[in-house]
């Protein structure tokens, strides 16, 4: 394949099950234009993120003839068109996805009652389920039953007792089938496949999920099979000759959710310590990931007779243990289980998760806080003494706190795009009359707001539908506002899928999955249409506003009077470099009296845009932006 394109760009993609078959075609349709510097995404669109920067820096390779360790039809964007042709291919992506030991009937029964069958065929799905998932509970209960009818009332006592005895079976029987999927759940990790089969290999030429991402992830970016491509690999690939300074090559973020911990986390790990239990790990990921991230943590800490190995983490943190982090779908997916210091079993010398070592002196006092914080958003520091007891850290779909994270990579003013895919269903929706695949072409489309309608003919649908909008707002409002902010919607394609598209439609027809992947590529090429000179515009626009607005807020704050007498103590920490701030001090004098000069120079210029202007926010793209100071994740 040859490729010459001279623009780069970034790309995040968002979550949707088999949705994601729509990005690699959208990838390989960019990158006829561009080349990659950052890519993210959620959950499927992890997948599809960690394949295309598996592919950049594959193609990294091929072009710079760095020396590749797998064929060269398979590397870089040719090895990804391979890939989206086989995601394409019919029952494929059915036979990734394989039910662990006895999880086969929740896993069909999850399916059916998530896919897109009727509504009698649900039912008798969710009836029949009882029996198949519970059978030798409900013929014993059923057994039990009319016997004792029988013994107390014969045979008439028995016929009359029929019917109450047989529903009785039933609803004990689905006592027992909650009972035994939840066995199973947790037996597997809290979810029904869980992405490999150790127990089990692998039907014919097969492979069930996290093999098959495996072996792509290195195939496509020329890696060894036993040298799992690395977060580093993407960080120090080659550069292709002009290529515009940056700290690193290629920049590959996806978010997870720390159940756990109720927060959405990004990946990977940069500064984090958690650590891995070997046969956790086992049934999770190919044993050959497994070995060599036990060889590259080193020596386990034993705790009650289990061995916990660190996670490698930055540079040297797998891209497929990620990945595979960030597509826990809950429920039909494991969710991933590592480990930290549990804080009040940690020996003195160690500072876990909100913790900080017991110092109050002001020379130690700066490093003491900025440890505290460091453990509080990293998951605990390791310091002089080991861990002497650990707690567990559930980690499942990114999807659930962050499904489309279009604020990766943000800057003030961004020196290339970063694209955006968007996954939308407009049966359920009002984005109907949109064209199948949407790209704002001036500023006055996109920024409507969505509308899902609640209406249904019979109550209990509707009541269904009003609980899955609720956890959908739950789920989606942040990424909904951003996406319709100025500077973020012009950049974002809308791909409209049929209910028979994507979600959990495992055995689609040939002609679906082709329709699916055609999309992708009018995704992909609709961005032949984007302004970059609007969109860099529009930032600035929003910049400037913004700031203009913060600085006269910050100029207002002080002009207040009267003052607070009680709190002027407070308000002249910033004014006087003499006084002494209870925390958080600059690291020397000079930084402290320019501090004072910067503030001056804030209130200074606030009130000179507040007395005599110029208003920059009269004409500024709306809704107006805000500056605010917001926790990363």
């Given at each position: 394949m040859t490729r010459t394109p001279a623009k780069y760009c970034d790309l995040v993609m968002k979550g949707g099950i088999t949705s994601g078959i729509v990005y690699p075609n959208a990838a390989l349709a960019l990158a006829r234009d561009y080349r990659f510097k950052n890519i993210g995404g959620t959950s499927a669109g992890a997948i599809a993120a960690a394949a295309c920067a598996a592919a950049a820096v594959g193609d990294r390779r091929k072009q710079m003839k760095a020396t590749i360790a797998q064929p060269e039809e398979n590397v870089g964007f040719e090895g990804l068109a391979k890939a989206s042709a086989k995601l394409a291919s019919p029952g494929f992506i059915n036979g990734l996805l394989q039910p662990a030991a006895g999880a086969t009937q929740a896993f069909r029964l999850l399916v059916t009652l998530a896919g897109n069958t009727g509504v009698l065929r649900k039912g008798l799905a969710l009836l029949g389920s009882v029996v198949l998932i519970a059978p030798v509970e409900t013929l014993l209960l059923l057994a039990a039953l009319t016997g004792l009818a029988y013994a107390v009332g014969g045979q008439t006592g028995m016929m009359a007792a029929a019917l109450p005895a047989a529903i009785c079976a039933y609803l004990g029987g689905a006592v027992f089938s909650v009972l035994r999927i939840a066995r199973v759940l947790r037996r597997n990790l809290m979810g029904l496949c869980t992405g490999t089969a150790p127990d089990r290999p692998a039907r014919g030429p097969r492979m069930v999920l996290t093999d098959w991402l495996h072996e792509t992830l290195q195939a496509l970016s020329g890696k060894a099979t036993g040298q799992p491509l690395t977060f580093g690999d993407l960080w120090t690939a080659e550069r292709y000759p002009g290529e515009p300074g940056s700290d690193r090559a290629v920049t590959l973020k996806m978010i997870t959710t720390g159940i756990s911990h109720q927060e959405p986390r990004s990946l990977p790990f940069e500064s984090a310590l958690f650590w891995f239990r070997r046969k956790e790990f086992e049934a999770l990921f190919p044993k050959i990931v497994v070995d060599w991230l036990v060889e590259k943590a080193g020596e386990p800490v034993t705790v009650a007779g289990e061995d916990y190995y660190l996670l490698p983490h930055g540079a040297d943190m797998p891209v497929l243990v990620a990945t595979r982090m960030s597509l826990s779908f809950p429920l039909l997916i494991s969710a991933v289980p590592l480990h930290e210091p549990a804080r009040r079993e940690s020996p003195p010398g160690f500072a876990g998760e909100n913790e900080a070592e017991d110092t109050t002196s002001d020379e130690d006092e700066q490093k003491t806080v900025l440890d505290s914080t460091e453990a509080l958003t990293t998951g605990g520091k390791k310091r002089r003494a080991r861990p002497a007891a650990f707690r567990i850290c559930w980690f499942s779909d990114g999807g659930i706190s962050s499904n489309f994270p279009i604020h990766l990579f943000d800057r003030a003013l961004p020196r290339w795009p970063t694209f955006a895919i968007n996954l939308v269903y407009p049966e359920t929706s009002d984005t109907g009359s949109r064209p199948e695949v949407f790209l704002p072409e001036n500023n006055r489309q996109g920024w409507q707001r969505h509308y899902q309608p609640i209406a249904r003919k019979s109550a209990v649908h509707e009541?269904?539908?009003?609980?899955?909008?609720?956890?959908?707002?739950?789920?989606?409002?942040?990424?909904?506002?951003?996406?319709?902010?100025?500077?973020?919607?012009?950049?974002?394609?809308?791909?409209?899928?049929?209910?028979?598209?994507?979600?959990?439609?495992?055995?689609?027809?040939?002609?679906?999955?082709?329709?699916?992947?055609?999309?992708?590529?009018?995704?992909?090429?609709?961005?032949?249409?984007?302004?970059?000179?609007?969109?860099?515009?529009?930032?600035?626009?929003?910049?400037?506003?913004?700031?203009?607005?913060?600085?006269?807020?910050?100029?207002?704050?002080?002009?207040?009077?009267?003052?607070?007498?009680?709190?002027?103590?407070?308000?002249?920490?910033?004014?006087?470099?003499?006084?002494?701030?209870?925390?958080?001090?600059?690291?020397?004098?000079?930084?402290?009296?320019?501090?004072?000069?910067?503030?001056?120079?804030?209130?200074?210029?606030?009130?000179?845009?507040?007395?005599?202007?110029?208003?920059?926010?009269?004409?500024?793209?709306?809704?107006?932006?805000?500056?605010?100071?917001?926790?990363?994740?």
């Open positions: 009541l269904c539908a009003f609980v899955f909008a609720i956890v959908a707002t739950m789920q989606n409002w942040r990424d909904l506002l951003q996406s319709r902010a100025p500077g973020h919607r012009e950049r974002i394609v809308h791909v409209s899928l049929s209910p028979q598209e994507g979600g959990l439609n495992l055995a689609m027809s040939k002609e679906v999955l082709a329709a699916v992947s055609k999309k992708g590529t009018a995704a992909g090429e609709a961005f032949a249409r984007f302004s970059f000179e609007n969109h860099y515009w529009i930032r600035w626009r929003n910049l400037a506003s913004a700031l203009q607005r913060y600085t006269i807020d910050i100029a207002a704050s002080d002009a207040y009077r009267p003052k607070i007498p009680d709190y002027e103590p407070a308000y002249a920490l910033a004014r006087d470099p003499a006084s002494k701030p209870p925390s958080y001090r600059f690291a020397s004098k000079a930084e402290r009296e320019e501090a004072v000069h910067l503030l001056e120079d804030l209130i200074g210029e606030g009130k000179k845009w507040g007395d005599d202007g110029p208003d920059l926010t009269k004409t500024a793209p709306r809704p107006l932006p805000q500056l605010q100071i917001a926790p990363t994740y």
